[in-house]
């Protein structure tokens, strides 16, 4: 009887040993050794206040000059005075600007920010198809940039408009740009008519169906010389 109760409590002594015995996938883990179970770390993100404070490598770091605020601490720029605002407008310097520079033209006559819905609400009717034909290439080049010049004055009026939240004029330099617009149209419809005239006479004369004489050749010189024409030759 003693060797069975042997038998037994070693079968229980080995059985109670594999039960208290960690998974099988816990062995990488118990394999290394772990660190002390003293180590701690700083979970606060903030520095300590005997931490050494690092140098900023930007001069101009914290500086506004609206808020008029200068460097959080000294720095090598910090001996190179900061420009102060004139405040008094005596004092402040004239800055002269060319009465002939390519930016005003993106403004009124009267060189103003706005124009007054009067102003923009006086102007005439756009340019029809039929009076421009009759106009020349160095014609109808000037008067489309004439239109982007006042389509660019009246796109900076807009801005200016919607950043100051005047409330009025809105409806008046709508329709002279509508106006605007519709001349470049007629414009451009010009020029297509011309082109496919001009497509069209090349095709005749390259297939031979029409030569121009030397007559007709005098009277086109003719015709191309103003000076000529006004002396009666």
Partial sequence: MSN???ARMSILLRSAQIAEAPPIFLAPIL???FA????????????????????DANPNRGVSA??????????????????????????????????????????NK??????????????????AVEELRHKSWEDLHSLWWVCVKERNRLATEKHEHERLKAGYGALEASERDRAVRSTQRAIKHALTERWYAWEDARKIYERGEYRPS??????????ERPDAAMSGE
């Fill in 214 to 223: 030397l007559e007709d050749s005098a009277e086109f010189e003719d015709e």
């Fill in 4 to 6: 069975l109760r042997k």
């Fill in 36 to 55: 002390s179970s003293n180590h701690q770390s700083n979970f606060s993100t903030s520095t300590s206040s005997c931490a050494r404070q690092r140098r």
């Fill in 31 to 33: 394999a290394c050794p």
């Fill in 66 to 107: 609206l808020r008029r605020t200068g460097l959080r601490f000294p720095v090598g720029m910090s001996k190179v005075p900061l420009p102060e605002p004139v405040l008094d407008p005596e004092r402040r310097k004239k800055v002269t600007v060319d009465e002939k520079h390519g930016l005003w033209g993106f403004f």
């Fill in 110 to 127: 009267d060189r103003t920010s706005l124009s007054t819905p009067e102003e923009n609400n006086n102007h005439g009717r756009p340019w």
